[in-house]
Structures are given as structure tokens and as C-alpha cells.
């Protein structure tokens, strides 16, 4: 059977309309990741590797986070259940703290460090360290329209808790020592800046103007690459849908059209008043930067730590703050199911980039997703902090796996970092307080 054409594109080919501008996804029959360079262009006619850090504050359910075993035999805690398809993709890592984390002995001065080990100033003031999702950012992120992508589902709280900036609970990227990555909170905006060059055609569909460019790429590409390339821009549309409906809908707060077609050219959408709804297109933003290429690092926040999140449509009446220090060891159902919640949010972008192909592998098979918070339960214990890594990591991950390292002499999170770091092609002799890497990951 004849092969389909190759055809050489170079990596910066996007598809332009007026305004917008959307990368193409990978595809068998387009070289869009090489250069000119016979060498570059077998590297780079692999697809990226892509990293995601997903943080939800205030730790988890004492005795309800764990994994004990390997491979699909491996059984999870009441926590992680819906990891459970993922499980020859896992990896549990038990253990790792940060030594600065421990000087404060609360939120923001547990939070602030969380991805870069890095001393946080206390008084107010603003000192933290640049987060290892940057440096990637900074070395990798030159061949993407967005170097990184910071999305958050809860507002920073500017004030301060017992001597130190609620700054620090509310970022987990650090673009540098004194300044936390810009956050993107509203979903729309979020969107823009994927895919727009501009707000000044801001009521036009994304799709709509791109469409003639897409249907030329679509005539020189294989039948399998047109499927591919139907199905993202039909999930760029069922994104880009959403958000509107969810406008039209009063779904949103801020401003509100009082006419059906506003004289304002674009004004804010606002943020989406049902929780799980605003979550999920934060997650599905997420998917489509990676999709489309559009960035490979990407971290969301789910909440603050010292989060004022309320849980409705759980039946939770209690805020998650002060739900967290209502475990006390026993059972607590309301506490459990605000923990699944989040960790549903991890599995569905986990499922998603599953079914994603490409080449032989899948998207989650390209990239590093992990879970993290910054304490392993609300009694502020940060000494063994919750980690969990699905995705193969362009091929140099291996899951299935329960490393403990509680009784090790390297359980620095920052030797994790280091690690990490590798499968991104940062080689660094030492990263915060590591100069270390962990062998196992």
C-alpha cells in the first residue's frame, strides 16, 4: 500500500485568519516541530513533551490517600479511585517535603515554595524563588505562541496570615523570585490568549477565521491526519461554544449585555458561578494549549491554599478551609468527597489527552502530569507531601509504580524537579535545595 505524502512545513505554520491564530496539532504527515536541519528534523518530528502541574490547597484525608503495589494490580486509596484506569501509568511517590516549607508552619509559608524549595521572606514581604515549571518555560517554552500558561479557579488573596504574604498561598508558579506568574482565571481570556493575536475582532469565532486555511491544510495531509485535524478543531469548537453559552446563559458575574448585541467590542466574560462547569473548561483549556501546541507547560490551580471554596453541588455546606481541619483521623464523608472531586479533575484531563493519538503514542503518553498539594492533611503536616505523576513522559517515564522515600536520606522535592527537568532537556547541576536527582523517576 502506497504511504501518504510527507510534506515539510515549517514548525511556526499556524493557521491564520483575522486576528487569530491557532497551532496545528501534531501530525503524521506534517513535519510542524523541525527545522531545516536533517538532525533537528528526525529530533523534532516527535511530538513535545508536555507538562501539566494540576494544586488543590489544604492537603487530604488522613489515611485515605495512598497506593500500595504495582502495575494493574495496584490498589488506591478511596482518594484516588478515579485514577484507577491509570494505574500502569501511575506513579505514587511517598515521602518528599521541602525543608523550607517547615519553617512557617502554615499556609502561604508552605505554599509559596511549593515548585521551587526556594527561603520565602516573611513580613509581607515578596521573596520567593523561580518555580521549576518556569525554568522549563524559559528553556523550552521559545517554540510555542505561549511560553506558559498559568490557570487558576479561585482569586489570589493579596492579604497576610501570621507574618507572611496570602500571595504565596495563592501561586504556585514563580516567573521569578519576586514575581508569581500571571494568573489566567476567566476562561475566556484564557482562550484568547491561545487564540487570538488580538481583541480587536473579538465577537468573531475563532474557527470561522481560519476555516479557508484549514481546509488547504486539510487537502495535503493523509486521511488519518485529516480525521485528527476535524477532531481538534471540533474540540476548539465545543470549547469555544461553551463559553459563550455560558455567558448567554447569566452563568456569568461581572458584566451582563443588556441589549442582545452590545456596542462594547469585548468585554469580560466573567467567571463561570458553577464550580465543577468553571473547573472543567479550565481542564479543557488546558487540553487544547497542549492539543494545538500552543504551550507545553501549564499549571491550574484548583484552589488556594487557606481556600474559601464552597461545595454546593457536593451537599458540602462547609467551607474547604475549615473542612480540612475537621479531619481528625475518623471519617469524614463531606471531607472525602471535596477530595475526590478535585482528584476527578486530574483523571478527567488525564482521559482526555488519553485519547488523543499521536503517532504510536498518546498525548498523555507525551506528557508529565502531576498532582500535587502542599501538605499531606489540614493539620499543616508538610513533611511527606502528596505527589502523583500520570503520563509517560515522551517515552521516559515508566508508571506502575509506589516509590516511598520516607526513610531515605534524598526525599527532597526538588530532587524530583531535578529529575524531571531532564525529560525536558534541562540539564541543571542543582535546583533549590537539591543537587540531587531521584534515580527511580
Known amino acids: 500500500m502506497a504511504q501518504p505524502p510527507t510534506y515539510s512545513w515549517n514548525r511556526r505554520q499556524l493557521l491564520r485568519g483575522i486576528g487569530v491564530s491557532i497551532a496545528l496539532p501534531w501530525m503524521e504527515s506534517l513535519r510542524v516541530w523541525g527545522d531545516e536541519s536533517s538532525t533537528a528534523r528526525r529530533r523534532d518530528s516527535q511530538p513535545p513533551v508536555r507538562l501539566a502541574v494540576l494544586f488543590s490547597g489544604n492537603g487530604f484525608?488522613?489515611?485515605?490517600?495512598?497506593a500500595r503495589g504495582a502495575g494493574k494490580e495496584m490498589q488506591l486509596g478511596p482518594v484516588l479511585e478515579s485514577l484507577t484506569d491509570f494505574r500502569e501509568r501511575l506513579l505514587f511517590i511517598n515521602g518528599l517535603y521541602n525543608a523550607e516549607a517547615l519553617k512557617g508552619n502554615i499556609h502561604s509559608s508552605q505554599t509559596g515554595n511549593l515548585l521551587s524549595g526556594a527561603p520565602l521572606a516573611s513580613g509581607g514581604?515578596?521573596?520567593?524563588?523561580?518555580?521549576?515549571?518556569?525554568?522549563?518555560?524559559?528553556?523550552?517554552?521559545?517554540?510555542?505562541?505561549?511560553?506558559?500558561?498559568?490557570?487558576?479557579?479561585?482569586?489570589?488573596?493579596?492579604?497576610?496570615?501570621?507574618?507572611?504574604?496570602?500571595?504565596?498561598?495563592?501561586?504556585?508558579?514563580?516567573?521569578?523570585?519576586?514575581a508569581p506568574t500571571p494568573l489566567e482565571l476567566y476562561p475566556a481570556l484564557a482562550f484568547?490568549?491561545?487564540?487570538?493575536?488580538?481583541?480587536?475582532?473579538?465577537?468573531?469565532?475563532?474557527?470561522?477565521?481560519?476555516?479557508?486555511?484549514?481546509?488547504?491544510?486539510?487537502r495535503n495531509v493523509s486521511r488519518t491526519d485529516q480525521r485528527k485535524l476535524d477532531e481538534y478543531l471540533n474540540s476548539v469548537r465545543e470549547v469555544e461554544t461553551r463559553i459563550a453559552r455560558a455567558g448567554k446563559d447569566g452563568h456569568l458575574e461581572g458584566w451582563r449585555p443588556t441589549f442582545d448585541k452590545t456596542t462594547l467590542q469585548r468585554p469580560a466574560d466573567g467567571i463561570p458561578q458553577d464550580l465543577p462547569e468553571h473547573m472543567k473548561l479550565m481542564c479543557d483549556i488546558l487540553?487544547?494549549?497542549?492539543?494545538?501546541?500552543?504551550?507545553?507547560?501549564?499549571?491550574?490551580?484548583?484552589?488556594?491554599?487557606?481556600?474559601?471554596?464552597?461545595?454546593?453541588?457536593?451537599?458540602?455546606?462547609?467551607?474547604?478551609?475549615?473542612?480540612?481541619?475537621?479531619?481528625?483521623?475518623?471519617?469524614?464523608?463531606d471531607w472525602?468527597?471535596?477530595?475526590?472531586?478535585f482528584v476527578e479533575q486530574f483523571a478527567y484531563i488525564a482521559r482526555k489527552l488519553n485519547s488523543i493519538q499521536e503517532g504510536d503514542r498518546t498525548l498523555l503518553d507525551n506528557s508529565v502530569l502531576t498532582y500535587l498539594s502542599s501538605m499531606q492533611t489540614g493539620s499543616h503536616d508538610a513533611s511527606n507531601l502528596p505527589c502523583v505523576i500520570v503520563g509517560g513522559g515522551g517515552g521516559q517515564l515508566q508508571g506502575g509504580r509506589v516509590l516511598d522515600f520516607v526513610n531515605q536520606p534524598n526525599r527532597k522535592m526538588c530532587s524530583l524537579y531535578l529529575s524531571l527537568l531532564d525529560k525536558f532537556g534541562v540539564t541543571l547541576p542543582e535546583f533549590g535545595d537539591s543537587r540531587e536527582r531521584l534515580a527511580e523517576v
Request: with cysteine; net charge neutral; charged share 20%.
Open 336 to 341: 472525602l468527597k471535596v477530595n475526590q472531586f
Open 125 to 178: 514581604e515578596i521573596r520567593s524563588g523561580t518555580s521549576f515549571d518556569q525554568i522549563i518555560a524559559q528553556r523550552y517554552g521559545h517554540s510555542t505562541k505561549v511560553p506558559s500558561l498559568a490557570l487558576a479557579c479561585e482569586r489570589s488573596n493579596p492579604g497576610i496570615h501570621k507574618n507572611y504574604s496570602m500571595l504565596y498561598s495563592s501561586h504556585i508558579s514563580w516567573s521569578s523570585p519576586t
Open 192 to 218: 484568547d490568549r491561545l487564540f487570538r493575536d488580538s481583541t480587536e475582532h473579538g465577537d468573531q469565532s475563532v474557527l470561522d477565521a481560519v476555516l479557508q486555511e484549514a481546509s488547504r491544510v486539510r
Open 287 to 333: 487540553i487544547l494549549a497542549f492539543q494545538t501546541d500552543s504551550t507545553r507547560v501549564c499549571t491550574l490551580k484548583l484552589n488556594n491554599d487557606h481556600s474559601y471554596l464552597q461545595f454546593p453541588h457536593l451537599n458540602v455546606a462547609v467551607g474547604h478551609h475549615e473542612l480540612s481541619h475537621s479531619d481528625r483521623g475518623k471519617l469524614s464523608p
Open 61 to 66: 484525608h488522613a489515611g485515605q490517600w495512598w
